[in-house]
């Protein structure tokens, strides 16, 4: 089981992407996505998103708001992941020429043209939604299968 956070770092009508082929063997190579990353021993799913946003861009999180929980069965060698996502709307600091990949601020209306996994097109416009969600996404061969969600109020 790995646990992770994705984090939608916003800037207006703009999202920080993560372009992901500075990598070998990135099971997300070529993927666009937010940034985050799996959790540490003993750190909260937030003290990981604050990490992983600064190790991935440079930046601080100073405004972070948890969204939802999603699980991802057998996603990688038959292990089920997990992530917490989060939308961060103030930060501070300059953006770093990332390890991971190339960063770059796109419009969020333009965020359905980038090579995204299946389920991201599905989920992105859950951050939008006020309350918390918890979504299920299955995928078979890197192929999305099924997705189920529960939206929670505010």
């Known amino acids: 089981m790995k646990l992770a956070t994705l984090c939608y770092v916003r800037d207006g009508n703009r999202t920080l ?3 992901r082929i500075k990598k070998d063997n990135d099971m997300h190579h070529g993927k666009w996505n937010g940034l985050g990353g ?3 021993a003993g750190e909260s799913p937030e003290e990981c998103a604050r990490r992983e946003i600064f190790e991935e861009s ?3 999180a100073t405004e972070l708001k948890m969204k939802g929980i999603l699980t991802f069965p057998k996603f ?5 992941w997990y ?3 989060f939308v961060v ?3 501070v600091g300059e953006l770093i020429d990332s390890e991971e990949g190339n960063l770059e601020w796109v419009h969020n209306e333009r965020l359905n043209e980038l090579d995204l996994w299946e389920g991201d097109y599905i989920f992105l416009p859950w951050l939008e939604r006020p309350g918390f969600f918890s979504g299920k996404f299955t995928y078979k061969n890197g192929k999305l299968i099924e997705h189920r969600v529960i939206f929670h109020n505010p």
């Open 76 to 80: 990688a060698n038959n292990e089920d």
């Open 89 to 91: 709307t103030g930060y």
């Open 17 to 19: 992407m993560i372009h």
């Open 38 to 40: 799996k959790l540490e």
């Open 58 to 60: 440079g930046l601080i």
């Open 83 to 85: 992530a917490y996502v």
